[in-house]
């Protein structure tokens, strides 16, 4: 159970309603097997990152709705998410989601820390809102020393104030973790997080880099069905919703949460190829965070390119 909310905090009713269908694309935008995307910067504006998705060639994206290092909240005004509806209108993306800024630990013992945790989460999921994105997809921090057990209350109630201080329809997707030090994160930190806040907009990101570093084998059939029969047994595969697909430098079981260009990693292009033939992922955008061809500027046209033909190629004729 989720400790009691802060004096004065809205009730949490809210957040306990019927389930959401996930937000449909226009004709225009669905395409008939899963969309390939990246994270793409929206400096200038948010309806920049759809000429940086279109120039990779992307149908999918993924952005900060701030600054990911600081605190401070971009203003998006109302004439800023309609250029980026329209935009995204006009360029066919069928899946948009933000990742919620680094910052956030919803288990962290610092007061002020966790006040501005839950301001900052709430505020991305506002933002989602606005802009017609999916939903937010976040880090739930933490537990340093401590226990999941010690720490659930908090992030629980973090996870309600959240919820009932923006109200509307995007999603929270709670992140697994690669396996580091105290990072909340493990198929079985997320199933006793959804089972103590129950809410259907709560669902999970899952990032093929730290569940190869956590020691899933993703890489062959047999080992994905175990990864996936897992998760369907602590979370639900329903909330399942969105793939980070990224490439591990990491060994298996590393623990390392190291990023690699698609198929230059030790999942490899045949790992991927596993992945993308699943039946239960073909519903899923994949979103790319790998560091590019060059080493440093992020996700490119050439990754997007190498996923898509890796997709096609495992297409059903």
């Not at 389930?19 to 004709?27: H, I, L, N, Q, V």
């Not at 709560?202 to 998760?231: M, N, Q, S």
Request: proline fraction near 7%; hydrophobic fraction near 40%.
């Amino acid at each position: 159970m989720a400790q009691q909310a802060a004096a004065g905090a809205p009730a949490t009713a809210c957040c306990y309603d019927a389930p959401r269908e996930p937000r449909a694309a226009s004709p225009s935008r669905r395409v008939s097997r899963q969309p390939v995307g990246a994270h793409v910067s929206s400096s200038g504006g948010l309806w920049t990152a759809v000429d940086r998705a279109r120039a990779m060639e992307a149908e999918a994206i993924q952005v900060f709705p701030s600054a990911p290092q600081t605190w401070r909240q971009t203003k998006h005004t109302p004439e800023a998410y309609a250029r980026f509806r329209a935009a995204r209108a006009e360029a066919g993306i069928t899946h948009v989601w933000l990742h919620c800024p680094y910052l956030p630990n919803l288990a962290a013992e610092d007061e002020e820390h966790w006040e501005k945790s839950i301001d900052a989460v709430a505020n991305a999921l506002r933002v989602a809102d606005g802009a017609g994105a999916d939903g937010v997809v976040v880090h739930t921090g933490s537990r340093r020393a401590r226990g999941m057990q010690e720490v659930l209350p908090r992030v629980a109630t973090a996870l309600e104030r959240i919820l009932a201080a923006a109200p509307g329809e995007a999603l929270l997707a709670l992140e697994n973790a690669a396996g580091q030090g105290g990072t909340i994160g493990s198929f079985d930190d997320l199933g006793a997080i959804v089972r103590a806040v129950p809410s259907p907009r709560l669902a999970v990101c899952l990032d093929t880099c730290h569940a190869y570093a956590a020691g899933y084998d993703i890489t062959t059939p047999e080992g994905l069905d175990a990864t996936l029969r897992e998760l369907d047994d602590a979370v639900g595969l329903q909330r399942l919703r969105a793939l980070h697909a990224n490439d591990s430098k990491g060994e298996l079981g590393s623990r390392r949460d190291r990023h690699e260009n698609i198929g230059d990693g030790q999942i490899g292009e045949a790992g991927f190829r596993t992945l993308l033939a699943e039946p239960r992922l073909q519903a899923l955008p994949l979103l790319l965070e790998v560091p590019g061809i060059d080493g440093k500027s992020g996700p490119d046209r050439e990754n997007v390119l190498r996923l898509k033909r890796i997709r096609d190629a495992v297409a059903p004729p």
